[in-house]
T-cell receptor, first 112, second 115 residues
Framework: AQKVTQAQTEISVVEKEDVTLDCVYE???????LFWYKQPPSGELVFLIR??????QNEISGRYSWNFQKSTSSFNFTITASQVVDSAVYFC?????????FGTGTRLQVTL | KAGVTQTPRYLIKTRGQQVTLSCSPI?????VSWYQQTPGQGLQFLFE???????NKGNFPGRFSGRQFSNSRSEMNVSTLELGDSALYLC??????????????FGPGTRLLVL
């Protein structure tokens, strides 16, 4: 069985603060992919990043960065200098040969 | 390239009715997956279609069905609607769908309200 846990249900920060969204996954597969998606109020899931199980190199894209640690089965997402437009629900997902499994999501609220 | 499109965006139905939702994938994508999103259950996989064949199915009752056409467009149908079917239905497309590395790109969803 596979599982994705996003323990943080809701996070509230003030603009310009840094924020980290946690994601912990479980799978018996040795080859898998991890994803992060953003869901703004409009409802569409927007793809942010994909990472394979053999690549533990951290990635930075503008204000976004991702930290993948296989030893702790975690794939955390950090937003630096958050902005109001970052307010959304963020989903972590795990893809194995059989299916794509989503976490329950973390609602991020960024206020002025 | 145009993204995944879904129609209609909003729908109100009453219990017992049936509904058909439509999804047009990104050009060149041949796999279409459907998900149901509710506050209580989160994002749940309904089914996946590839080359007009259902390749994978989630744990939903037979009232939920789908199909895919030769142009990769897909429809899903829910018969005998129940109040609990009120949800956001998301469609996602990918090139071929079977590889772990394939990214699914999502449409804006159809919000279904069953009264």
């Amino acid at each position: 069985a596979q599982k994705v846990t996003q323990a943080q249900t809701e996070i509230s920060v003030v603009e310009k603060e840094d924020v980290t969204l946690d994601c912990v996954y479980e799978t018996r597969d040795t080859t898998y992919y991890l994803f992060w998606y953003k869901q703004p109020p409009s409802g569409e899931l927007v793809f942010l990043i994909r990472r394979n199980s053999f690549d533990e190199q951290n990635e930075i894209s503008g204000r976004y960065s991702w930290n993948f640690q296989k030893s702790t089965s975690s794939f955390n997402f950090t937003i630096t200098a958050s902005q109001v437009v970052d307010s959304a629900v963020y989903f972590c997902a795990l893809k194995t040969a059989s299916k794509l499994t989503f976490g329950t999501g973390t609602r991020l609220q960024v206020t002025l | 390239k145009a993204g995944v499109t879904q129609t209609p965006r909003y729908l109100i139905k009453t219990r017992g009715q049936q509904v058909t939702l439509s999804c047009s994938p990104i050009s060149g994508h041949r796999s279409v997956s459907w998900y149901q999103q509710t506050p209580g259950q989160g994002l749940q996989f309904l089914f996946e279609y590839f080359s007009e064949t259902q390749r994978n199915k989630g744990n939903f009752p037979g009232r939920f069905s789908g199909r895919q056409f030769s142009n990769s467009r897909s429809e899903m149908n829910v018969s005998t609607l129940e109040l609990g079917d009120s949800a956001l239905y998301l469609c996602a497309s990918s090139l071929a769908g079977s590889g772990r590395e394939e990214t699914q790109y999502f449409g804006p969803g159809t919000r279904l309200l069953v009264l």
